[in-house]
Nanobody, 122 residues
């Protein structure tokens, strides 16, 4: 069983930054692909960013150039650095994991964290 725990959410003003962390346990972290998603009130959960085991990355157009996903395989942690935040970035942010770590995935994740709230005020 894989456990994922997000942290680092909070309230920030537009233009500000936050760094989310996702701590993983229960699997060989370095062999898993990891992703970040978000869900705003009344909207479906959407893909934000993905990273494979070697550090290759993929981003949704809405966050490209502002958000950076990274991972520390020694610490079993994946990060999401969010800069130039906008009110429309307000959502619950989730990290996710799945086997097939050599690839980049925009969906079909097997394991999910509980989410962390990010609120961006205007």
């Amino acid at each position: 069983q894989v456990q994922l725990v997000e942290s680092g959410g909070g309230l920030v003003q537009a233009g500000g930054s936050l760094r989310l962390s996702c701590s993983a346990s229960g699997h060989t972290f370095s062999s898993y692909a990891m992703g970040w998603f978000r869900q705003a009130p009344g909207k479906e959960r959407e893909f934000i960013a993905a990273i494979n085991w070697s550090g290759a990355t993929d981003y949704a157009d809405s966050v490209k150039g502002r958000f950076t996903i990274s991972r520390d395989n020694a610490e079993n942690t994946v990060y999401l650095q969010m800069n130039s935040l906008k009110p429309e970035d307000t959502a619950v942010y989730f990290c996710a994991a799945r086997p097939g770590g050599s690839l980049l995935w925009r969906g079909n994740y097997d394991y999910w964290g509980q989410g962390t709230q990010v609120t961006v005020s205007s």
